[in-house]
């Protein structure tokens, strides 16, 4: 059976959209020039936390949709996702994110703070093994019929000729394939560490902060953030920048001291005036975008892919003999 809808790109935004569509009863086939393990998604940290993305009320809609998506996964090992306590915290006063009252943030008092920071708030919520993660929707893809193609498409147009139904889920790539300037790359860079015995996760929430500081532990590793380089579509990681994230991630968390680097990670973050999701009609073809996921491609993976199903299945087009 040939492809009713393909989808371009196999991060987490393209994987859970091809999953919703498979698991929909359509005959579904993702396109993608980087397979799974080489997307931004596998280089992300990551967790549940709307970061870098707008506008603020389909964020929230696709966020708490996403959330218990995830928080439902959290119950199989297998997803590489389990919730997780930790907290958020700022060196100057500032208010709770408004998303704080979503997963049930409490303020922290003044004795759980980290040094050198005068607010912050605890709670829990979903923690994700980027990698794992992937070939766990891989593999509900392929139990579902869906299949993944190596292939770029340099244009809409070309792909357009592939399905009756195309969803762009191209990430930062989609600037060039939509020809879309409001698309950029926000360069994240990230060290993985030998896990000393953390088990809590750390984000520095200073409003304005220059860098990123986050401390995302797994069972065998911690993950350590972070870099936010605006235009930067460099995708090798820099020794420098590596070292740095270290010296701030171990300032704020003394038992990082000594752990033996495991590896980087660089990723492209597909920011945005706004998520796009939208359709267009070309005659017989529907063709769905949905990206500019910014720093939240997780944190709305199933709220959007949930709504692109519901767009597909509403335009009433069924599977291609």
């Known amino acids: 059976m040939a492809a009713s809808v393909v989808v371009i790109g196999a991060?987490?935004?393209?994987?859970?959209?091809?999953?919703?569509?498979?698991?929909?009863?359509?005959?579904?086939r993702v396109d993608t020039d980087r397979l799974p393990g080489a997307t931004t998604s596998a280089a992300a940290g990551a967790m549940?936390?709307?970061y870098l993305v707008e506008p603020r009320d389909l964020v929230d809609r696709w966020s708490r949709r996403t959330l218990a998506e995830l928080t439902a996964l959290s119950t199989d090992a297998d997803t590489g996702i389990r919730l997780a306590e930790g907290t958020h915290e700022s060196t100057v006063p500032?208010?709770?994110?408004?998303?704080?009252?979503?997963?049930?943030?409490?303020?922290?008092?003044?004795?759980?703070?980290?040094?050198?920071?005068?607010?912050?708030?605890?709670?829990?919520a979903p923690l994700v093994d980027m990698p794992r993660y992937l070939d766990h929707l891989l593999r509900r893809l392929e139990r579902a019929g869906g299949t993944v193609r190596q292939h770029r498409h340099d244009t809409l147009g070309e792909a357009l000729r592939e399905a009756p139904v195309i969803v762009n889920?191209?990430?930062?790539?989609?600037?060039?394939?939509?020809?879309?300037?409001?698309?950029?790359?926000?360069?994240?860079?990230?060290?993985?560490?030998e896990n000393p015995g953390i088990d809590a996760f750390f984000c520095d929430d200073t409003p304005g902060a220059e860098d990123l500081t986050y401390i995302y532990p797994h069972a065998d590793a911690v993950v350590l953030g972070g870099t936010a380089e605006p235009g930067n579509w460099d995708l090798r990681p820099d020794e420098d920048a590596g070292r740095e994230i270290v010296r701030r991630c171990t300032a704020v968390e003394p038992k990082l001291a000594g752990a033996r680097v495991i590896g980087q990670r660089v990723g492209l973050r597909p920011v945005r005036t706004g998520v796009r999701l939208t359709q267009e009609r070309y005659g017989d073809r529907l063709l769905v975008h949905n990206y500019g996921h910014g720093g939240a491609g997780v944190t709305l993976s199933w709220g959007c892919a949930r709504e692109v199903t519901d767009r597909v299945l509403q335009a009433a087009v069924g599977p291609t003999p």
């Not at 500032?94 to 008092?109: F, H, I, K, R, Y």
């Not at 191209?170 to 060290?191: M, S, T, Y």
Request: proline share 8%.
């Open 11 to 28: 991060g987490v935004s393209g994987l859970t959209t091809a999953v919703c569509l498979a698991e929909a009863g359509l005959a579904v």
């Open 48 to 50: 549940w936390d709307p």
């Open 94 to 124: 500032c208010e709770m994110p408004s998303w704080g009252t979503v997963v049930g943030a409490l303020p922290c008092p003044p004795d759980d703070l980290r040094d050198g920071y005068v607010t912050g708030w605890r709670y829990r």
């Open 169 to 193: 889920c191209a990430g930062a790539e989609a600037r060039f394939l939509a020809d879309d300037p409001a698309v950029d790359a926000v360069r994240g860079q990230l060290v993985l560490v």
